[in-house]
């Protein structure tokens, strides 16, 4: 058996996030919180699993600290908005889904850069001159 990690513990939270296996993500998500707190993405698959169980207090908890790990995780802001949603918090559903707007923009903006210049990519190595 592979050694605990907050990853591997990650990667089955969300291997058993869907019926029949949400006790399994339960106990697997609480694993990787226990082993990696300070791990946006770990708090941001712990928010997944408690909106599943409409524990939205415990969601907003989890995406929020997601979110003050790193700020920019477009992920966790569509979470809570998703709650937000739920909860009937108009105004802050409209403010995340915003969020996420801006995120994937500056993300696309960023690759679309990266990519308008593919020398910037490569390692050149030059012939040495005689």
């Known amino acids: 058996m592979p ?9 089955l939270a969300d291997d058993h996030i869907t019926p029949p296996g949400e006790e399994g993500a339960r106990h697997a998500i609480e694993t990787a919180l226990r082993l990696s707190p300070a791990d946006a993405y770990i708090q941001s698959l712990a928010g997944r699993i408690a909106y599943e169980r409409k524990d939205y207090q415990a969601d907003s908890e989890h995406l929020n600290a997601a979110v003050r790990i790193e700020p920019d995780l477009a992920e966790a802001h569509e979470l809570f908005g998703r709650t937000c949603r739920a909860l009937g ?4 559903t409209t403010s995340e889904m915003k969020e996420v707007a801006r995120i994937k923009q500056q993300a696309n903006a960023l690759d679309q850069a990266t990519l308008s210049s593919p020398a910037s990519l490569l390692f050149r190595v030059r012939a040495p001159q005689p």
């Open 89 to 92: 918090e108009t105004e802050k």
């Open 3 to 11: 050694a605990r990690t907050g990853y591997y513990s990650l990667a």
